[in-house]
């Protein structure tokens, strides 16, 4: 695998994206904004009187052509921010009950292609050593109590971040883990793209 990324470097000259200084140069449709003004049948209930729920939306597809993806990636929503971890943010995720794909996409951000790291954002294996619980998939019930030793472990100031439809509003399969108010973060797509994931953790930390 590295050799792959050894070669693209050497194809482009570079092959991180420039964020944040420029938008993704090739940006996913899928997951995206959605545009549209119908009310067309959708599964997740995320279309409703004509407002579209991101945090509900699994990108099923189902109701198009009534409703288009517009290739904005910012689906996601910052109810707070903590400046004081610009410098260095240490994720720490939790899979409650996930299909997988969360999982991927959040670990793809420290790929090459993306280099989190540069951005000062890092992974923890520890909720002792986090700024920020990650959580992913749908509430089970020996995650429960998981989850919230996990939370209490973590010291001040901390962060709780939804990663999916899944952990935001249930999805289309179960009950999300925790109230939708009490996360700080929503990052919505099933999965999300890793730049709105990258874009969403950066604006966390009021950068
Ligand atoms: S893509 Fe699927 S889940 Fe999302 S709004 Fe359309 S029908 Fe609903
Ligand atoms: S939100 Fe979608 S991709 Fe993420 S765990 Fe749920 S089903 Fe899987």
């Known amino acids: ?35 549209g003004n ?36 910012g689906i996601f929503q910052v109810r707070k921010t ?4 610009k410098k260095s943010f240490y994720i720490y995720k939790l899979d409650s009950g996930a299909c997988g794909a969360c999982n991927v996409e959040l670990g793809t951000i420290f790929d090459p292609q993306y280099d ?13 050593h986090a700024d920020a619980i990650v959580v992913m998939g749908v509430q089970t019930e020996r995650m429960k109590e998981a989850l919230k030793n996990a939370y209490e472990a973590m010291p001040e100031p901390k962060l709780i971040i939804s990663l999916g439809a899944c952990a935001i509003s249930g999805g289309i399969i179960g009950k999300s883990p925790m109230e939708r108010e009490q996360y700080h ?23």
């Open 1 to 35: 695998m590295s050799n792959f990324w050894f070669g693209e470097g050497l194809r482009k000259g570079r092959k991180t994206e420039k964020f944040p200084l420029a938008p993704p140069e090739e940006p996913p449709l899928w997951p995206s904004y959605l545009d």
């Open 38 to 73: 119908a009310e067309p049948y959708c599964p997740t209930e995320a279309i409703k009187e004509g407002m579209w729920d991101p945090g509900r939306c699994i990108f099923c597809r189902l109701c198009e052509p009534q409703y288009k993806p517009t290739g904005k990636q």
């Open 82 to 85: 903590q400046p004081l971890l």
């Open 116 to 128: 989190a790291n540069r951005l000062n954002i890092f992974m923890t294996n520890t909720p002792r």
């Open 185 to 207: 973060v929503e990052i919505a797509g099933c999965p999300p793209s890793p730049y709105t994931i990258l874009e969403a953790l950066s604006r966390a930390r009021g950068v």
